[in-house]
């Protein structure tokens, strides 16, 4: 009793016999030529000496038949809908950006000493790091990245520099092309102390 041994395609792994079924029939009927000619005479021979065009027309339109249509349209409608959900995506973030409004806070520290604490900036998508590094050099003044009450990033100037602030917050939304943002400044007082009677 002799084992049989069976060729698998190099291209779609199946029995050379059930390439035509697959999408890659043509580089299969390469493969098997180039790797087992004897097996390929056997099952292409005659089909070859009659037209090798022929052979080639009928899996060609086999390919682009009713099936190959449908999955081109099935792709085109699921590339529409992509393409709706990007802008519509695009348009929401836009009024976001658009609705919300940057807060500048004014804090008296002490009688003559303020600070800035500038919030609402993590909407334009604005390195806060590299904010407070800007500010510190242009207004040789103190400045770092802190949370805020509602957990959300804040930059602190030291200084009462509040237009100098606000007019550098406009210009750089400008660049990023949202000149209808709000920038609005709060002055916020010091609570002062209940005097104790002697």
């Not at 070859?48 to 027309?57: C, F, I, K, P, R």
């Not at 060609?60 to 349209?73: D, F, H, N, Q, Y």
């Not at 400045?143 to 550098?168: F, H, L, P, R």
Request: aromatic share 6%.
């Amino acid at each position: 009793m002799s084992l049989q041994q069976v060729v698998y395609c190099g291209v779609c792994s199946l029995p050379p016999e059930y390439c035509e079924f697959t999408g890659k029939f043509k580089r299969c009927k390469v493969w098997l030529q180039e790797s087992h000619q004897d097996l390929y005479t056997k099952l292409y021979g005659d089909v070859e000496a009659e037209g090798e065009g022929e052979v080639a027309d009928v899996t060609g339109k086999l390919a682009k038949s009713s099936i190959g249509e449908a999955r081109e349209e099935e792709l085109e409608k699921k590339l529409q809908k992509l393409q709706a959900k990007e802008e519509s995506k695009e348009q929401r973030e836009l009024a976001k950006k658009l609705s919300s409004k940057v807060v500048i806070r004014r804090e008296a520290r002490t009688k003559k000493k303020c600070m800035i604490a500038i919030s609402g900036l993590e909407v334009f998508e604005i390195d806060m790091k590299k904010l407070a590094k800007t500010f510190a050099s242009k207004f040789a003044t103190g400045c770092s990245v802190s949370k805020n009450i509602e957990k959300k990033e804040e930059v602190i100037v030291q200084g009462d520099i509040a237009d100098g602030v606000e007019a550098y917050i406009h210009a750089l939304l400008e660049e990023k092309g949202l000149k209808d943002v709000k920038v609005e400044q709060i002055e916020t007082k010091k609570k002062k102390r209940p005097t104790q009677p002697l």
